[in-house]
Nanobody, 125 residues
Framework: QVQLVESGGGSVQPGGSLRLSCAGS????????LGWFRQAPEKEREFVAT????????YYADSVKARFTISRDNAKNTVSLQMNSLKPEDTAVYSC??????????????????WGQGTQVTVSS
């Protein structure tokens, strides 16, 4: 199992930046595919980005491509999401997830077995 704890959320104006971090603890963090998902009020949880076990492959939702960057540091058991050029529609609770069931390209939250508690991101003027 792996335990995940997110940090770094907050409020920012449109066009601003935030960096989310997710710290993992438990066994063999580097064997998990990791991902960031978000859920806005009254909407389903949606895919944002995933990263393969070694960090060489990354995948992004079209809505965040070229604005967000996912990265991981297996030595520190962390995964991060750098978010630039934020828009009001990026407002949501962001959660990191971990899975052994896919190698990197899975975009559905149903494949992720472990989740952090989530962190709120609010983009508003």
């Amino acid at each position: 199992q792996v335990q995940l704890v997110e940090s770094g959320g907050g409020s920012v104006q449109p066009g601003g930046s935030l960096r989310l971090s997710c710290a993992g603890s438990g066994h063999a963090f580097n064997t998990y595919t990791l991902g960031w998902f978000r859920q806005a009020p009254e909407k389903e949880r949606e895919f944002v980005a995933t990263i393969s076990r070694g960090g060489l492959s990354t995948y992004y939702a079209d809505s965040v491509k070229a604005r967000f960057t996912i990265s991981r540091d297996n030595a520190k058991n962390t995964v991060s999401l750098q978010m630039n050029s934020l828009k009001p529609e990026d407002t949501a609770v962001y959660s990191c997830g971990a899975t052994l069931r896919c190698v990197g390209g899975c975009k559905s939250p149903k494949y992720f077995d472990y989740w952090g508690q989530g962190t709120q991101v609010t983009v508003s003027s």
